[in-house]
């Protein structure tokens, strides 16, 4: 059995070992930082993804794209009225389950493909860079029956390596012809 002396001696061994935990420390640290930073490309690419899920009906690519604290604030005109709808990120993630579903059989029905566009009007990235609020413009048409235009911000953040949308704030038009 090793006494407190001959462990707190200073060794070779011991030095290397506290300088080797002290790298893999800062490395940590340094990956952890990395990882967890915003910049106008990671932004851009992370809206490319969503787009590209949109296009293929993935609800579990989009409701992935979604923070635990997710938190979305949509007030939308139908022909029905106004409505605003206050939703979380369980809420939106089955919301947006069965508008993908809902849209996979208008387009099976119709054979008609739903047309998009996005436009990302602004991003700003905090100084420390965790964090960017993206003014956008979006809108889906399907054929000359339905089309929704929606304009908004959406905050996002970073997560190891994974950006993750935690607040969004629109306002949604639907048109049904």
Request: charged share 25%; hydrophobic share 40%.
């Amino acid at each position: 059995m090793m006494d407190a002396r001959e462990f707190f001696r200073i060794t070779p061994r011991n030095v290397a070992g506290v300088v080797s935990m002290a790298l893999l420390f800062l490395g940590y640290h340094v990956v952890r930082i990395q990882l967890t930073k915003l910049d106008e490309d990671i932004v851009y690419a992370h809206y490319q993804e969503s787009i590209n899920a949109t296009r293929m009906f993935d609800a579990k690519t989009l409701c992935a794209m979604m923070h635990k604290d997710y938190r979305a604030v949509d007030v939308a005109k139908t022909p029905r009225g106004e409505q605003r709808v206050v939703l979380d990120q369980m809420q939106a993630c089955d919301a947006t389950r069965e508008s993908m579903a809902m849209m996979k059989k208008i387009v099976a029905a119709t054979k008609l493909e739903p047309e998009f566009k996005y436009t990302i009007e602004s991003v700003t990235v905090s100084p420390d860079e965790r964090e960017a609020t993206v003014k956008i413009r979006a809108s889906m048409r399907i054929g000359k029956r339905l089309s929704v235009a929606t304009t908004g911000t959406e905050t996002l953040v970073r997560r190891w390596g994974q950006v993750y949308s935690t607040y969004t704030d629109t306002r949604s038009t639907v048109s049904m012809r």
